[in-house]
């Protein structure tokens, strides 16, 4: 339930009772009970028909291009004066120097300590990142960068960056061992799906 949520002023905002929540968690039980009844003598899939589900559904298992990358952000605020910003940007090639001097290797630190943004408390990480995802200014900036290489400053709407890029993934299939633990998985849940239909129809 929601923060300061009582279960009582749930039940009357959704216009339910107990007697209504405690009969649909009994039928859902009963499904659940039943499910497992009439599922339980299923197998696992064979690698072969995991192979046809991963060729038939080709287009489930494209990624796009990708990069992981962390960043240093010193913010600049739109209404501040040019002699602010060239001090900020300043600031930001000094970082950017000190980091280039140590190949990186205290990036985390650093940016815990100075960056404006929230990704701070993780080192700066910000993830995985798709085109699209950010800024654009940004995101030509990270997906031209060579892996582990620390960019020059670049100057997004937020403020100054310093980016370094962590990995990168050009678009493309993402292998069958990647993924093969997923299909096998609905490959199953279909099963017990197609296997319950008939109950609901008797």
């Known amino acids: 339930l929601p923060p ?5 002023g749930y ?12 009969h649909s968690v009994r ?30 559904n080709s287009e489930k298992f494209q990624m796009p291009e990708n990069i992981e990358d962390r960043h240093i952000l010193i913010a600049v605020k739109p209404d501040e004066e040019n002699g602010v910003k060239s001090e900020k940007l300043k600031k930001a090639q000094e970082i950017r120097k000190q980091l280039v001097d140590k190949k990186g290797e205290n990036f985390a630190a650093v940016a815990a300590k100075v960056s404006d943004c929230p990704s701070k408390t993780k080192g700066g990480q910000l993830g995985v990142l798709y085109r699209g995802q950010t800024v654009k200014s ?3 900036a990270a997906f031209s960068q060579k892996v582990g290489e620390i960019g020059p400053v670049v100057e997004t709407s937020f403020g100054y960056h310093i980016i370094e890029v ?18 096998s998985n609905t490959l199953i849940s279909n099963t017990k799906i197609m296997s319950f239909i008939p109950f609901f129809m008797c």
């Open 27 to 56: 039928k859902n039980l009963r499904i659940r009970k039943l499910l497992e009844q009439k599922t339980s003598d299923l197998v696992a899939p064979s690698q072969k028909e995991i192979d046809t589900y991963y060729a038939e």
């Open 4 to 8: 300061g949520t009582t279960f009582e």
């Open 166 to 183: 962590l990995g990168h993934k050009e678009a493309g299939k993402i292998p069958i061992s990647d993924v093969n633990k997923y299909i």
């Open 138 to 140: 940004f995101e030509n």
């Open 11 to 22: 039940l009357k905002d959704m216009g339910l009772t107990k007697d209504n929540v405690r």
